[in-house]
């Protein structure tokens, strides 16, 4: 069964069409240039609903405006056009509160703090800044990302895939209601890529959030998500969506299946084509 199918503005589960959105993307461009010089058209007409708890994956070539549209979605990037909610709630509404959670391509930990107090960095900055927020259970974090015995390390203590443990417990230190990352894994390794995809999913399976993963690796897209949107050269519009009908959990075993090859075979000849075109 070929899962590809032309895009329809749904990312999610298979089967789950008719879900209200959670995510709701409704027409969004983005335009940068400073005035007087000639605009470039990141984005255009961008609409996307993803229901409560999926996992999606932006994909698509360099420049495509993945991480761009990660922003908006973040409201760290305000759209020239259109508009994105988050459970019915304006996206700026969630960052007020600090419940959008965010993995940068970097960890981005402060060298100078432990690793216990990296975690604890965005509850002290929401507040600080009047919001109020459930203390985190930092050791529980740490031991949900495998860090347990670490939290009084220093950063440059820590592996590269060790570190990303920690962006990844730091963003979910808020109990956000969202998850974005943009390419989080990219510094690392293979194996440990690998590795991470999988207690991403055990992390992701146990908390329930809904995801947007930004990633430039096909096979990593089908393997962690409900379903992948195959983004067209800039301007970034929706080329594709394609649902990911794999069972859950997924384990390392399922990259090896005809299924699976089929998948990301899928995903490279829409890319292939649409680079040709």
């Not at 984005?43 to 993803?50: M, N």
């Not at 959008?100 to 002290?124: A, K, S």
């Not at 220093?154 to 990352?181: C, F, I, K």
């Not at 690998?194 to 990593?220: C, N, P, Y």
């Amino acid at each position: 069964m070929d899962a590809t199918a032309p895009a329809s503005g749904f990312a999610g589960p298979p089967g789950a069409e008719h879900t209200p959105a959670f995510i709701s993307v409704e027409g969004v461009g983005v335009t940068y240039g400073p005035q007087g010089a000639e605009p470039v058209t990141a984005l255009s007409d961008i609409a996307l609903r993803v229901p409560e708890g999926a996992f999606v994956s932006l994909v698509g070539p360099s420049g495509c405006g993945k991480s761009t549209l990660l922003k908006c979605v973040a409201d760290l990037l305000q759209p020239s056009a259109g508009g994105i909610s988050i459970g019915g709630v304006p996206a700026s509404d969630l960052r007020r509160q600090g419940r959008i959670g965010m993995v940068f391509q970097q960890p981005n930990l402060m060298p100078w703090l432990r690793i216990e107090d990296n975690v604890r960095l965005l509850h002290r900055l929401v507040a600080d800044r009047g919001v109020a927020a459930a203390a985190p259970d930092v050791p529980a974090l740490l031991r949900l990302v495998g860090l347990d015995g670490f939290g009084r390390k220093y950063p440059s203590q820590l592996s590269g895939g060790m570190q990303s443990r920690a962006a990844l417990a730091r963003a979910l230190a808020l109990d956000p209601t969202v998850l974005l990352m943009d390419e989080p894994f990219a510094a690392l390794d293979e194996i440990t890529r690998d590795r991470m995809g999988i207690e991403l999913m055990r992390i992701w399976s146990q908390f329930g959030k809904t995801v947007l993963f930004v990633t430039h690796s096909l096979a990593e897209a089908v393997f962690l998500s409900d379903a992948v949107v195959l983004m067209t050269p800039r301007p970034g519009r929706i080329a594709r969506i394609l649902q990911v009908p794999l069972p859950r959990p997924r384990t390392p075993e399922m990259r090896l299946t005809d299924e699976f090859a089929h998948l990301v075979a899928a995903l490279n000849r829409d890319l292939y084509r649409m680079l040709a075109a």
